[in-house]
């Protein structure tokens, strides 16, 4: 395993040795710990995957997909020599900033905030695992959020640059308007400890690295699109809206990876593609009847996401270790390899999902009306003030030195609820 140095260690503020707890325990465990018993991740069980999560018992919400990128992450972290605690708290973490409505909340939360830098869910995660978790604070009594080591701090940043540096968007969302969210990792409020958790990455003038992300944060992100891929199939498959064999047909095809362009890879062509869906379909585990919810059915389902995140991660694996060799990676000492046809297979997989449900025309008006409660929400808190706030939202509101400051309270409470919250707030206050 990497050995990870003091600079790697160190936390934004100083803390005295654990009188407790086993004396072994590293940093990073700690760190682990810390994101395990936080509200904010327990507040993911009632949040937005794919399918809402009260529409079933077996489809999952954002915590459940939570803790399988987790698992992914940790195991395919491990076989690169990574730190597996530091890969798994990235992957705890990664979803914390989503708000109520997952990105449908976020995409009515960026135009809501453009007064004070704009909303995105990577950001946010920053500003919750450093400013809005309860669990640490400074020596003036500001919050410093869970404190987490530098190195942890640095996997869980998917997006290390600022709004002013995200590239231009692409596609279309699901109503067919084009996509105009940027994807940041950092508001500006937020930018000394975003400077500090950067300070010393390598390749860039003044060592900072603009855009280079650790080893850690790459394993994160893929083990995030490799979960999102094939257990979003599965819920779509489980909930009636997906049937694998409509992909029978070749109108069908072309209209799915007209969605993987649209939404995933837009350089990818049918020729490409073609091959990339053949890969799965040839599978032995890939469905070939009608989903009756038998055990059968479901064991099928279980067996074909199983063999896919084998095949996807043992793919990824073998092409780093040819690059780089048997010695361990961490941090900045080399960078994942993901196979092109390995990268369009699960571009392939997400699209099957976004053509099937996120722009089926039912979940469309539903998406419309999760925009307008967002919405409506804002201006409710807005006009009502700090009063309904909840208290340390409404110290934050109270603290804030300008207009722009006090919207990004308001926004980081919305951001905070859950589905039913929200829905809940809406009703109280409209």
């Not at 600079?7 to 503020?13: D, I, N, Q």
């Not at 072994?24 to 682990?32: E, G, I």
Request: glycine content about 8%; some cysteine; proline content about 5%.
């Amino acid at each position: 395993m990497t050995e990870y140095d003091e600079h790697a260690r160190a936390r934004w503020v100083d803390e005295p040795p654990k009188p407790s707890g086993p004396a072994d325990r590293s940093a990073f465990a700690r760190d682990r710990a810390r994101v395990v018993h936080s509200a904010a991740l327990r507040r993911l069980a009632a949040k937005t995957q794919v399918v809402g999560p009260q529409s079933d018992d077996f489809v999952r919400n954002r915590l459940t997909h939570t803790l399988e990128v987790a698992q992914i992450a940790r195991d395919l972290g491990r076989s690169m020599g990574c730190d597996p605690d530091i890969v798994e708290t990235a992957a705890l973490a990664h979803d914390l900033g989503h708000p109520p409505f997952g990105h449908n909340g976020e995409r009515a939360l960026d135009r809501l905030s453009e007064a004070c830098g704009g909303f995105e869910g990577n950001a946010q995660t920053l500003r919750i695992l450093t400013r809005l978790e309860a669990k640490s604070v400074d020596a003036a009594g500001r919050s410093v959020g869970l404190n987490l080591a530098r190195a942890t701090l640095d996997a869980a940043t998917k997006y290390p640059w600022t709004r002013e540096a995200a590239a231009a968007p692409h596609g279309s969302y699901a109503d067919g308007t084009p996509r105009v969210g940027l994807k940041f990792g950092v508001y500006d409020d937020d930018a000394p400890v975003f400077a500090w958790l950067r300070d010393g990455v390598p390749g860039e003038a003044g060592g900072t690295g603009e855009g280079r992300r650790c080893i850690e944060a790459q394993v994160m992100d893929l083990a995030d699109d490799v979960a999102y891929s094939v257990h979003d199939l599965e819920d779509g498959v489980v909930a009636g809206r997906i049937d694998p064999r409509r992909l029978d047909s070749a109108e069908e095809r072309a209209a799915v990876f007209a969605t993987v362009r649209d939404w995933y890879v837009p350089d990818a062509a049918d020729e490409e593609l073609g091959p990339a869906l053949q890969d799965l379909r040839v599978r032995s585990s890939w469905p070939t009847g009608p989903y009756d919810g038998s055990r059968a059915a479901e064991a099928g389902l279980k067996n074909l996401t199983s063999d896919l995140i084998g095949t996807f991660c043992t793919s990824v694996r073998d092409a780093t270790r040819e690059a780089h060799g048997d010695r361990p990676l961490g941090r900045y000492d080399g960078d994942l390899v993901v196979p092109r046809r390995t990268e369009l297979s699960v571009a392939v997989l997400k699209g099957v999902a976004a053509h099937y449900v996120m722009r089926a025309d039912d979940r469309v008006a539903v998406l419309e009306r999760q925009r307008e409660v967002v919405t409506e929400l804002v201006a409710q808190l807005r006009l009502r003030g700090p009063a309904v706030l909840q208290p340390a939202f409404r110290a934050d509101f109270e603290a804030a030195g300008s207009d722009a400051g006090r919207l990004r309270v308001i926004v980081d409470q919305v951001a905070s609820l859950t589905d039913a919250s929200a829905l809940s707030w809406h009703n109280r206050l409209a």
